[in-house]
């Protein structure tokens, strides 16, 4: 960290640099709309055209798809999914604090981190906000600090889930759509990408250039390249459980399916899952395209999949919602 006069001259350096606000159009709304509009529609022509060829109609067709799955494996399933995923993610950001700003224990990031699953439903990024107020309360640390290790943790993410799909693709790509015939061409530049970046944060391109001194890239300036892979390696137990635990649900969902099939699929689907539509129509619309064989199983596999863990992840939120209150506001 730096010392507190150099922190307050790029504060101040920010603050003039920062412009104000702009209202918000409507540009974003629209595209947001139009992309879900989009999902719904694909959805609906593929699930309807599945019904018909059953002579079925489409109310029809789906209760016979969700009356087939075996439930009751399922739901013990994700739940020890939902639980062993909560424990690396906290883990992960508690490791990163500790690397960027203090050392922090576990069992103080854990009530916190569960309680942002609940206003994550809604907003991630608001959920990350929440995690800055409790730490800047609780532990007096900078938001903006906070803020920095939350972005620096978003953008290991996109890395992370191109290794993985990179991986995958090495082992199955010959079997996936031709369109992932572009991963290995996307992770070459991003791998360039990435060197530069951390060669430009570490004062090795640039070194005179003031961009990187701004208070949010506090954690990109500190980081070294074994925390790029620390990050990897930290979170890759999630996905590696993720693929395993999606693989036998797919099963129980009646989808024949294998672990390398999905090793590539995943982290893409991930992706995917990440965009702000509703209902986690993008995740659900990717299922269908990629298994066209299975409509049905795999419009209600993805929306009971996704769903289930969001909200699962609220559920265990609530379990830790009075500790983190208490904490926060003593009461």
């Known amino acids: 960290m730096t010392d507190a006069n150099s922190e307050h001259d790029i504060q101040q350096a920010d603050e003039q640099a920062t412009p104000p606000a702009k209202k918000k159009n409507g540009i974003g709304r629209i595209v947001f709309l139009l992309i879900t509009a989009a999902c719904f529609y694909y959805l609906y022509m593929r699930l309807n055209g599945a019904a018909a060829r059953e002579g079925l109609t489409l109310v029809d067709y789906m209760a016979q798809v969700f009356a087939s799955v075996d439930w009751v494996p399922w739901l013990g399933l994700m739940i020890c999914y939902s639980l062993f995923y909560f424990a690396i993610d906290t883990l992960v950001v508690t490791k990163a604090l500790n690397w960027f700003i203090s050392d922090i224990k576990y069992k103080d990031i854990a009530p916190v981190r569960a ?13 990350k906000g929440a995690m800055a107020l409790y730490l800047n309360k609780r532990h007096q640390i900078p938001s903006w600090e906070v803020g920095s290790v939350m972005i620096f943790i978003m953008f290991c993410e996109v890395f992370y889930l191109l290794v993985w799909a990179t991986i995958g693709y090495s082992f199955g790509g010959e079997a996936l759509p031709s369109e992932f015939g572009l991963i290995p061409y996307i992770a070459s530049g ?42 990897f390696l930290l979170r890759s137990p999630a996905l590696i459980a993720a693929i395993i635990v999606y693989t036998i649900a797919l099963n129980l969902f009646g989808v024949d399916v294998s672990i390398m099939t999905l090793l590539p699929l995943l982290p893409v689907i991930f992706f995917a899952a990440a965009a702000p539509t509703p209902m986690r129509a993008g995740a659900i619309t990717f299922w269908v395209f990629l ?26 939120g609530l379990l830790f919602w009075r500790k983190a209150q208490r904490d926060l506001f003593g009461s």
Do not use: C, M, T
């Open 115 to 127: 309680s942002a699953y609940i206003i994550s439903i809604f907003n991630e990024q608001i959920g």
């Open 190 to 231: 991003a791998a360039v990408f990435l060197v530069v970046w951390i060669a430009y944060f570490r004062g090795l391109i640039l070194p005179s250039h003031g961009f990187r001194d701004r208070r949010l890239f506090h954690a990109f300036r500190s980081a070294k390249p074994v925390h790029y892979l620390g990050f």
């Open 291 to 316: 298994f066209p064989e299975n409509e049905g199983q795999l419009a209600a596999f993805g929306f009971v999949q996704h769903n289930f863990f969001i909200l699962f992840n609220a559920a265990i």
